[in-house]
């Protein structure tokens, strides 16, 4: 929803239908060796160059387009290590997943990052081949990279012709690959190197793993502190290892291997500072914020000293409170989400008056369990996983993630937002049932979730889950808002097609209506959902996964093949029964209203009477189909009236546009009887525009009806609210001070 797909546009389409043919090619050579016809040296030599060009690249002013090829799923390997058989380099054969086997390798470059992890590898026999391995390429960056002389085992290797021709083993699931410490018993001999007997012990263990640790290289350490665990410690040692280890799981963000080394001892009688305090770090960061809080008052009563954990027992609690009240400092949601590069904002989610339950036809879906107001929260959902690109930095690459299978292709982070799920997933395997749980099409997955106590993330299902599910986000609603209003634009650019990305579980199973109940808006990585009607109890929520607002006005179904359905509200009922030559009609004459809308306010009287044949090609009332072509000109005629100080015809066609949206409204029609209030009886659908929309009426009321100017601005903030997710920024947006006529201050910020 929202992402900018490209699978459309010719220039992309070459690309596509390119390595589909590439594809096709690599399919003819399967089966055969996987033995290159260069030598050792040239493939080394070939490999070193491209990784020296790949280092001096300069960064352009503007932004990288890489290219990102999906292969044909393939499910990753769910066979206990001690049941596959070894292979060599020679064994293995193009485009063939080789089951039920695995391949032991040392890395002899160091490592290239692309849209892959590149090495080149040799096994035993010392034959070479390139290794890619995808979704890794953030973890194994810095001290964890793949340093040479790494020792690798790939299970079930699968070896693709590459876009170059060339031959590479390529590694998609993170289970399908094991990095083999160096004095583990697999490492042949030729390979280890020399340890002596002061060496194996499990202090001298724990000892190695510290000084890893303090260069950072977090995955050295881990295996020390494991070995350690595995040399018989003493219960001394094994606590402290255990702790330590704890800690460097923290750091490398498995939150539930932490929360495991340091259960036992939390527990114990006299729980130790260092694992109270990594215990209800460890929850915190897994979002279990009453248990974290638990933790920390445990940890004050027994070390009152300790203000790191005093602090941190704040931070829960701030976070506790705001997953149970809803109740957020928006304001400061909006400076973290500017300061922070990517805006992840350390906030809670909050799940309010909503459930997940079972629809009629559309599977499940998201419904009230009380009735709520429009402009009410729904809920405030943390992201599960977030990719952001920072359209000013001229560093940060877009990825055109190609997807043959499927013949679709987006331009933006959707491949980084793939490789943060997976990671996510493989790192903390308690989040993986919901996860997968969520929509993900015909796609099967595997059947087993864990294998030798190593979790089965899917990659492809994964990929699946994201292709469906995820959503294209600004940096904040806000700042969309008022760009759109900055361009003098009266409806947003609802199909506005972004380049960062994410993925709300909760928000996934809301499904689509173009005649929308619910909206969502954005602040950094927060996903902020409000009502846009009053709603009963038991009422789904819907918004729209594209917007009926830029579908064209040929009267074709709204296009949502994508997802597998067609929209039936009743917007779309009304096109399909709706006779062509009357669709034609209504296209010539929004045509028509264009032209005489950019010849100026003169031929108004021309534009009312096209406005007024227009509102003939409808039949029903507008409360029960809304009349989507009226909207815009309607909202433009009102705004020439009230730059023109013509407030009773202000006030007319501002409430012929909300009309137009399907909102049917008390109250506001002159000459308005003094003491009756404005009302709005049904709320109807809620795009940008709106909230000036009722500025332009609150404008106009000062004049003609003084009681109602408070009333139409009130709605206007909530309006607002809807739109950018609160309304604590109303004043710094909208007011009196601005030269427009619906209120927007120009310089808002």
Same mark, same amino acid.
């Given at each position: 929803m929202d992402?900018?797909?490209?699978?459309?546009?010719?220039?992309?389409?070459?690309?596509?239908?390119?390595?589909?043919?590439?594809?096709?090619?690599?399919?003819?050579?399967?089966g055969?060796?996987?033995?290159?016809?260069?030598s050792?040296?040239?493939? %080394?030599?070939?490999? &070193?160059? /491209? *990784?020296?060009? $790949?280092?001096?690249?300069?960064?352009?002013? +503007?932004?990288?387009?890489?290219?990102?090829?999906?292969?044909?799923?393939?499910?990753?390997?769910t066979?206990?290590?001690?049941?596959?058989?070894?292979?060599?380099?020679?064994?293995?054969?193009?485009?063939?997943?080789?089951?039920?086997?695995y391949?032991?390798?040392?890395?002899?470059?160091?490592?290239?990052?692309?849209?892959?992890?590149?090495?080149?590898?040799?096994?035993?026999?010392?034959s070479?081949l390139?290794?890619?391995?995808?979704n890794q390429?953030?973890?194994?960056?810095?001290?964890?990279d793949l340093?040479?002389?790494?020792v690798?085992?790939?299970?079930?290797?699968y070896?693709?012709?590459?876009?170059?021709?060339d031959?590479g083993?390529?590694?998609?699931?993170?289970?399908?690959?094991?990095?083999?410490?160096?004095f583990?018993? %697999?490492?042949?001999l &030729?390979? /280890? *190197?020399k340890? $002596?007997?002061?060496?194996?012990?499990?202090? +001298?263990?724990k000892?190695?793993?510290?000084?890893?640790?303090?260069k950072?290289?977090?995955?050295?350490?881990i295996?020390?502190?494991?070995?350690a665990?595995?040399?018989h410690?003493?219960?001394?040692?094994?606590?402290?290892?255990?702790?330590n280890?704890a800690?460097?799981?923290?750091?490398?963000?498995?939150?539930?291997?932490?929360?495991?080394?340091?259960?036992?001892?939390?527990?114990?009688?006299s729980?130790?500072?260092?694992?109270?305090?990594?215990?209800?770090?460890?929850?915190?960061?897994?979002?279990?914020?009453?248990?974290?809080?638990?933790a920390?008052k445990?940890?004050?009563?027994?070390?009152?000293?300790?203000?790191?954990?005093?602090?941190?027992f704040?931070?829960?609690?701030?976070?506790?409170?705001?997953?149970?009240?809803?109740e957020y400092?928006?304001?400061?949601?909006?400076?973290e989400a500017?300061?922070?590069?990517?805006p992840?904002l350390d906030?809670g989610?909050f799940?309010?008056p909503?459930?997940?339950?079972?629809?009629?036809?559309?599977?499940?879906?998201?419904?009230?369990?009380?009735?709520?107001?429009?402009?009410?929260l729904?809920?405030?959902?943390?992201?599960?996983?977030?990719?952001?690109h920072?359209?000013?930095?001229?560093?940060?690459?877009?990825?055109?993630?190609?997807?043959?299978?499927?013949?679709?292709m987006?331009l933006g982070?959707q491949?980084?937002?793939?490789?943060?799920?997976?990671?996510r997933?493989?790192?903390?395997?308690?989040?993986l049932?919901?996860?997968?749980?969520?929509?993900h099409?015909?796609?099967?997955?595997?059947?087993?979730?864990?294998?030798?106590?190593?979790?089965?993330?899917?990659?492809?299902?994964?990929?699946?889950?994201?292709?469906l599910?995820?959503?294209g986000?600004?940096?904040s609603?806000?700042?969309?808002?008022?760009?759109?209003?900055?361009?003098d634009?009266?409806a947003?650019k609802?199909?506005?097609?972004f380049?960062?990305?994410?993925?709300?579980?909760?928000?996934?199973?809301?499904?689509?209506?173009?005649?929308?109940?619910?909206?969502?808006?954005?602040?950094?990585d927060?996903?902020v959902?409000?009502?846009?009607?009053?709603?009963?109890?038991?009422t789904?929520l819907?918004?729209?996964?594209?917007?009926?607002?830029?579908?064209?006005?040929?009267?074709?179904?709204?296009?949502?093949?994508?997802?597998?359905?067609e929209?039936?509200?009743?917007?779309?009922?009304?096109?399909?029964?709706?006779?062509k030559?009357v669709?034609?009609?209504?296209?010539?004459?929004?045509?028509?209203?264009?032209?005489?809308f950019?010849?100026?306010?003169?031929?108004?009287?021309?534009i009312?009477?096209?406005?007024s044949?227009?509102?003939?090609?409808y039949?029903?009332?507008?409360?029960?189909?809304?009349?989507?072509?009226?909207?815009k000109?309607c909202?433009?005629?009102?705004?020439?009236?009230?730059a023109s100080?013509k407030?009773?015809?202000?006030?007319?066609?501002?409430?012929?546009?909300?009309?137009?949206?399907?909102?049917?409204?008390?109250?506001?029609?002159l000459?308005?009887?003094?003491?009756t209030?404005?009302?709005?009886?049904?709320?109807g659908?809620?795009?940008?525009?709106?909230?000036?929309?009722?500025?332009?009426?609150?404008?106009?009321?000062e004049t003609?009806?003084p009681?109602?100017?408070a009333?139409?601005?009130?709605?206007?903030?909530i309006?607002y609210?809807?739109?950018?997710?609160?309304?604590?920024?109303?004043?710094?947006?909208?007011?009196?001070?601005?030269?427009?006529?619906?209120?927007?201050?120009?310089?808002a910020?």
């Open positions: 992402t900018y797909n490209v699978s459309n546009v010719p220039a992309y389409l070459r690309i596509l239908n390119g390595h589909k043919q590439s594809l096709k090619n690599a399919r003819n050579l399967k055969r060796p996987a033995s290159s016809e260069k050792r040296n040239e493939i %080394l030599m070939q490999f &070193s160059f /491209r *990784r020296l060009m $790949s280092s001096q690249r300069q960064p352009k002013s +503007s932004v990288n387009i890489r290219s990102s090829f999906l292969p044909l799923a393939y499910t990753p390997c066979t206990s290590f001690k049941d596959l058989n070894r292979v060599m380099i020679k064994d293995l054969c193009l485009e063939t997943h080789h089951r039920g086997t391949v032991l390798l040392r890395t002899i470059t160091p490592t290239d990052t692309l849209t892959a992890a590149m090495v080149i590898v040799e096994d035993e026999e010392e070479v390139m290794l890619q391995l995808y390429g953030q973890e194994l960056s810095g001290r964890n340093n040479k002389g790494t690798i085992v790939v299970k079930e290797p070896v693709k012709v590459m876009s170059d021709g031959y083993l390529r590694v998609d699931h993170l289970s399908d690959v094991k990095f083999i410490p160096e583990d018993s %697999l490492v042949p &030729s390979w /280890r *190197r340890v $002596s007997e002061a060496d194996e012990s499990s202090n +001298s263990w000892l190695k793993g510290n000084d890893f640790f303090n950072a290289s977090y995955r050295a350490a295996e020390c502190y494991t070995e665990l595995n040399s410690p003493s219960s001394e040692v094994a606590v402290a290892t255990q702790l280890r800690l460097t799981f923290l750091k490398t963000h498995r939150f539930d291997a932490a929360l495991l080394d340091v259960e036992e001892a939390a527990c114990a009688p729980p130790s500072e260092k694992a109270l305090f990594r215990k209800a770090q460890a929850l915190y960061n897994l979002q279990r914020f009453q248990e974290s809080c638990e920390h445990l940890l004050r009563e027994r070390y009152p000293k300790n203000s790191s954990a005093a602090q941190e704040k931070r829960a609690s701030a976070r506790l409170d705001e997953q149970t009240s809803g400092k928006f304001r400061l949601l909006h400076l500017r300061k922070r590069q990517p992840h906030r989610s799940i309010g909503v459930s997940v339950q079972p629809t009629k036809s559309h599977g499940r879906g998201l419904f009230t369990i009380e009735a709520v107001k429009a402009g009410d729904l809920f405030c959902e943390k992201a599960f996983a977030h990719a952001f920072d359209a000013k930095s001229t560093t940060h690459d877009l990825n055109l993630l190609i997807n043959a299978q499927s013949d679709t987006t982070t491949a980084e937002l793939i490789e943060l799920a997976v990671q997933l493989y790192k903390n395997p308690s989040v049932p919901a996860f997968i749980d969520l929509h099409g015909a796609y099967k997955p595997v059947a087993v979730q864990e294998i030798d106590g190593i979790p089965i993330v899917d990659t492809f299902l994964v990929g699946r889950i994201i292709q599910n995820c959503f986000c600004p940096l609603s806000r700042e969309s808002h008022m760009s759109a209003m900055r361009n634009e009266t947003k609802s199909n506005e097609q380049h960062s990305c994410g993925i709300w579980r909760l928000a996934s199973y809301v499904n689509h209506s173009c005649f929308s109940n619910a909206r969502r808006s954005f602040i950094g927060m996903m959902v409000r009502a846009t009607k009053d709603l009963a109890p038991g789904e819907t918004f729209w996964y594209k917007s009926p607002f830029t579908r064209d006005s040929k009267g074709d179904p709204m296009d949502l093949g994508h997802w597998g359905f929209c039936d509200c009743a917007i779309c009922q009304e096109i399909q029964k709706t006779d030559t669709m034609s009609k209504r296209t010539r004459l929004e045509a028509d209203l264009q032209k005489l950019n010849l100026g306010a003169k031929h108004s009287s021309r009312e009477k096209s406005i044949g227009l509102a003939e090609t039949t029903q009332l507008a409360s029960v189909v809304p009349r989507l072509a009226l909207w000109p909202l433009s005629l009102a705004a020439i009236f009230a100080h407030p009773k015809r202000t006030v007319e066609f501002g409430l012929k546009a909300l009309e137009s949206l399907g909102y049917v409204i008390d109250g506001g029609k000459p308005h009887a003094a003491g209030p404005l009302s709005v009886k049904e709320w659908l809620m795009t940008d525009g709106v909230v000036g929309c009722w500025m332009i009426l609150s404008g106009a009321y003609v009806a009681g109602l100017e009333q139409a601005k009130q709605y206007a903030r309006s609210r809807i739109c950018v997710g609160e309304d604590s920024t109303f004043e710094e947006t909208y007011g009196k001070l601005s030269q427009r006529p619906d209120g927007f201050l120009e310089t910020q």
